[in-house]
């Protein structure tokens, strides 16, 4: 079965491969497998995962309403698949409630609609299908919609995780493209049972393509923390006389230090040739400046009141960033920095944003609306 990988792989010893000893074909046979498992499997975690607390991302519109948006990145042209769950509640009795799934990865988009259809805590998933495009496009947006009953049932998410799907056994024949860190570069499965079956000379073809598939595997993106702010909640259970329907739409002074991820970049990592190591995604309405991370971000939109998402390179200082931990491991702190630029910044230019989004104004531009955060 040509191009075929086991899910308990047996690591290969690498000195069963060096010069002047026998090769026995397991050793080949064992790293062609392993590199297909990792281009099938890896980077297929989780890409996106937040949580909300009590009837933050709650709504009671019979219409659907759309109220978060992420970034993730992209595995592969080969791995099309985005399973999504939601972990839900509804407030009251319907089968009428409903979350949809907008999956965009440039010009392309997949939906999905899932139906809520209790009114206990419950767990629903669905998998998007998505037609990738030829291009460079390395990231893809997701965006939540709800829909409740009115006066019926309020529906409540929550929490949201989403990852690629892997690829089963064998991987289709012929080159790979990832997107992730150069689209241009391909990766070339191995047919375990042709080119590594046999007790003959190791090949320089199997050592450069094997050498070439670890660098195009070990530079693609994952997600080190995502997060939405919640916009056009509505409860028509709780009315104003609860806290439901009052969740945080923008970042704000508050998430300095507290909204965080920890990336790891282990020895190695600052050597690397990918341009695309460390990647800060925001998304905001209008103009903003912001320090995260050690870096200035300089958010440069068309309008003061134009919505989007822009991508901005981090630059690392790794002696004062990293933080070892009991287990030494170089883990980094990222978050909004603690700095006079970021109180602004983050509480709005006139010390508080006054217009909800989505209507959008001169009261809440400079509002961060999402950020994901995403490396090698």
Known sequence: MSNAYLSTQI??????????KEIIFTTPDRMAQSINYSFATGACHNALSQGFADRVLIQGSTFMTEMAQWRIPLVSREHTELEVVLNYRLHGTSTACNAKIVLDVGANSAVTTMNLPTSTNGIVNDTLTIIMPSSTE????????????????????FSIMARWKR??????AGEKTLYNPNPTSKFRPFGTTIRTSADRVLSSRFGYNMIDNIDIVRGRLRSYFTWSGVYSALSNQYGSTDDAAAPCIYAGPGDINRMVGYPLFPSGWEELTQAHKLKLHVRAIGDVTFDFMGNEIVVDQ???????WSVFDLDID???LSELGDVN?????????F??????ALSGASGVFTTKY??????NSGAILGISLMGV
């Open 11 to 20: 690591l290969a010893d690498p000195s069963a491969t060096v010069a002047g």
């Open 138 to 157: 390395r990231y893809a947006t997701v965006t939540l919609e709800l829909q409740g009953d009115g006066s019926a049932a309020d529906a409540e998410i």
């Open 302 to 308: 068309a309008t003061s009141t134009t919505v989007g």
């Open 339 to 344: 700095t006079s630029a970021n109180v602004t």
């Open 358 to 363: 989505p209507t959008v104004d001169a009261n």
């Open 329 to 337: 491991l170089p883990y980094y702190h990222s978050s909004f920095d």
């Open 167 to 172: 690829i089963s056994s064998p991987i289709p």
């Open 318 to 320: 790794q002696a004062n």
